[in-house]
């Protein structure tokens, strides 16, 4: 039995920042079906050049990708301009360690999800992070 969630009170854009295509897709698909509008990048390069030209309530980024992994992407991610003055970045990592959560906040990383994602915690994740701009 599905249980009906109430819908935020806004739809959140959100840049899911991911360069596996069956991780990206579930992803995407779960942020869809807790209200939220998506787009994807499967870098950090796509990511920078999508951040320049849209501005979004939450960044969503996996640690480990080719050609640009999360946390540069996250330094450049934080020089763009925009109406807001910081967009919350949360770390998609398959690691629990502190070292690594350290490393993600260094990086300007607000806060990190484990993976593979479980949907409550997606959903806690963007009550508590995604703020319209």
Do not use: K
Request: aromatic letters at 4%; charged letters at 25%.
């Amino acid at each position: 039995m599905t249980h009906a969630r109430h819908p935020p009170p806004f739809r959140p854009l959100v840049l899911l920042v991911e360069d596996n295509p069956l991780t990206r897709r579930v992803a995407q698909r779960m942020l869809q079906l807790e209200g939220c509008d998506v787009d994807v990048a499967a870098n950090g390069l796509e990511a920078i050049q999508r951040a320049i030209i849209r501005d979004y309530d939450l960044v969503l980024i996996a640690c480990q990708m080719p050609l640009m992994d999360g946390f540069e992407a996250t330094f450049h991610l934080r020089t763009i301009p925009g109406p807001r003055e910081r967009v919350p970045i949360i770390a998609l990592t398959e690691s629990e360690l502190e070292g690594d959560r350290d490393r993600c906040r260094a990086a300007g990383m607000d806060a990190a999800l484990l993976t593979p994602l479980r949907r409550h915690r997606l959903a806690q994740t963007i009550a508590q992070w995604a703020r319209p701009a």
